[in-house]
T-cell receptor
Framework: GQSLEQPSEVTAVEGAIVQINCTYQ??????LSWYQQHDGGAPTFLSY??LDGLEETGRFSSFLSRSDSYGYLLLQELQMKDSASYFC??????????WGAGTKLIIKP | DTGVSQDPRHKITKRGQNVTFRCDPI?????LYWYRQTLGQGPEFLTY????????KSRLLSDRFSAERPKGSFSTLEIQRTEQGDSAMYLC???????????FGPGTRLTVT
């Protein structure tokens, strides 16, 4: 089976940097995705890591270490609009996405 | 707007009634997924289609749930004899055949009274 663990809530200050961690247990591993979901909205894709290392997209970066079964999402120069839930998700062999329970990011001014 | 649409956006029904939801994916996307999401949880996979073929269905999915994707375009999800435990947000997503990015629709919020 597969499971992904992430903190339920993280608090940070506007303008700061925050890291959201995700550890996974999978029978087969094909990569790690990150999605953002605002309250009442649908998930939107942020990034996907298939290989070890850091992927950067603007203020957001995602990191993967396959040997440690671990990844993280890094958000820089936090803005109030970044307040949302962030999910890590991993596809299984049938392209079915298995999701973590989500991390609620609270940003304080 | 991702280009994936769902209808209706909200549905209130009484326990025991049948409901049907529709999803229109991005036209060139081969794969279509249905998820269910409850408050404070990540989306839970229900089923997915590659073109018109239903390739995978969650083992946790009750027989009361059925989905179709005729002609490989839009999809419908039907829940028969609804129960209060079916109350949730039902999300549809689509992707390219070899794509890692899934595009989600706005969801249908179901409330069973």
């Amino acid at each position: 089976g597969q499971s992904l663990e992430q903190p339920s809530e993280v608090t940070a200050v506007e303008g700061a940097i925050v890291q959201i961690n995700c550890t996974y247990q999978t029978s087969g591993f094909y990569g790690l995705s990150w999605y953002q979901q605002h309250d009442g909205g649908a998930p939107t894709f942020l990034s996907y890591n298939a290989l070890d290392g850091l992927e950067e997209t603007g203020r957001f970066s995602s990191f993967l270490s396959r040997s440690d079964s671990y990844g993280y999402l890094l958000l820089q120069e936090l803005q109030m609009k970044d307040s949302a839930s962030y999910f890590c998700a991993a596809p299984d062999s049938n392209y079915q996405l298995i999701w973590g329970a989500g991390t609620k990011l609270i940003i304080k001014p | 707007d991702t280009g994936v649409s769902q209808d209706p956006r909200h549905k209130i029904t009484k326990r025991g009634q049948n409901v049907t939801f529709r999803c229109d994916p991005i036209s060139e996307h081969n794969r279509l997924y249905w998820y269910r999401q409850t408050l404070g949880q990540g989306p839970e996979f229900l089923t997915y289609f590659q073109n018109e073929a239903q390739l995978e269905k969650s083992r946790l999915l009750s027989d009361r749930f059925s989905a179709e994707r005729p002609k490989g375009s839009f999809s419908t999800l039907e829940i028969q004899r609804t129960e209060q435990g079916d109350s949730a947000m039902y999300l549809c997503a689509s992707s390219l055949l070899a794509g890692n990015e899934q595009y989600f629709g706005p969801g249908t919020r179901l409330t069973v009274t």
